[in-house]
């Protein structure tokens, strides 16, 4: 997920082959971005892009990863190689993260709270 020429973007690289979702131009200010990803049939799935809540786009993906990935996500700067072509690396984000969400399915993984709480409990 990268804002690149006032657009939300999705950069998705399976072993090679990149697929981009881009949403229409943003208006400036405080934003709600968001990317769902759902798992499909087999090894498919989809990637669905929001700004504000409203649904920004939609993509197929032939080969849905089972992973995030082997070294973990980045927030504000890309640490690997570029998921998309359209930047060099670390293309660092520069305007303000107010707050970053990552979510499993709660249809999967249960309700994430009870986790959180028995993680915030062993911190003490």
């Known amino acids: ?7 939300l973007a999705f950069g998705y690289n399976a072993f090679g082959t990149h697929t981009i979702l881009e949403s229409g131009p943003l208006v400036l200010g405080n934003r709600d971005l968001s990317i769902h990803l759902r798992r499909g049939d087999g090894m498919s799935g989809t990637a669905a892009i929001a700004v504000d809540g409203e649904h920004a786009g939609a993509v197929a993906l032939r080969l849905f990863m089972r992973m995030m990935s082997s070294i973990g996500p980045r ?34 993984f249960g309700d994430t709270r009870a986790v959180e709480g028995r993680a915030e409990e062993s911190r003490q």
Not at 1 to 6: D, E, L, N, Q, T
């Open 1 to 7: 997920m990268f804002v690149a020429g006032s657009r």
């Open 75 to 108: 927030i504000g700067s890309d640490h690997g190689s570029p998921v998309a072509q359209r930047y060099d690396s670390p293309f660092a984000f520069t305007g303000v993260l107010h707050e970053v969400v990552i979510q499993a399915s709660p249809e999967y």
